[in-house]
């Protein structure tokens, strides 16, 4: 069975950095693109970034662009998002998510506020 | 960038009725490269069509997808008490951003 464990969320306060994590379990990790994907309260989905299987490739959302960074550890099965220059707009659940959208974790929310 | 706009903004429906949702691109969208997901209070989106028409695996039949270019649908042919979600559609694929929708609320009538 797949699985996506995310961890790493919290409060934050602007400006201020966070690492996510998410865990890859039920497939093998190290042939799978990756993405994260977001969701502010109440609001809707927000692709943020990609990574390519090897982690060669990797794409970000104009928002995101210079702040986040996406990497991946595949001896670990981990895919990890390190989020820098935190803004109250980036307030949201994140979802580690396969390439193809198919499989997602259940979120972990990161709140951006003094 | 492709944006996606969804129609209408909330259904209101009954069970055992038919649903029809609109997804519209502002410009052409590879058929390979749309899809559809369901969301439950709580729950993280679950696929259901990619490509335009393929049901994702354990989808039931009653979930639909058609359309090409701009147009795209997703169609519940007889909807179930559980059908009752915030449905998005998706441009995925090869290139980014890989925009979403702003989303359909289907509620109960």
């Known amino acids: 069975e797949v699985q996506l464990v995310e961890s790493g969320g919290g409060l934050v306060q602007p400006r201020g950095s966070l690492r996510l994590s998410c865990a890859a379990s039920g497939f093998t990790f190290s042939t799978y693109e990756m993405n994260w994907v977001r969701q502010a309260p109440g609001k809707g989905l927000e692709w943020v970034s990609y990574i390519s299987s090897s982690g060669s490739t990797i794409y970000y959302a104009d928002s995101v662009k210079g702040r986040f960074t996406i990497s991946r550890d595949n001896a670990k099965s981990s895919l990890y998002l390190q989020m820098n220059s935190l803004r109250a707009e980036d307030t949201a659940v994140y979802y580690c998510?396969?390439?193809?959208?198919?499989?997602w974790g259940q979120g972990t929310l990161v709140t951006v506020s003094s | 960038e492709i944006v996606l706009t969804q129609s209408p903004g909330t259904l209101s429906l009954s069970p055992g009725e038919r649903a029809t949702l609109s997804c519209r691109a502002s410009q052409t969208v590879s058929s390979s490269y749309l899809a559809w997901y369901q969301q439950k209070p709580g729950q993280a989106p679950r696929l259901l069509i990619y490509g335009a028409s393929s049901r994702a695996t354990g989808i039931p039949d009653r979930f639909s997808g058609s359309g090409s270019g701009t147009d795209f649908t997703l169609t519940i042919s007889r909807l179930e008490p559980e059908d009752f979600a915030v449905y998005y559609c998706q441009r995925c694929g090869s290139s980014p951003p890989y925009t979403f929708g702003q989303g359909t609320k289907l509620e109960i009538k």
């Open positions: 998510v396969t390439g193809y959208f198919d499989y």
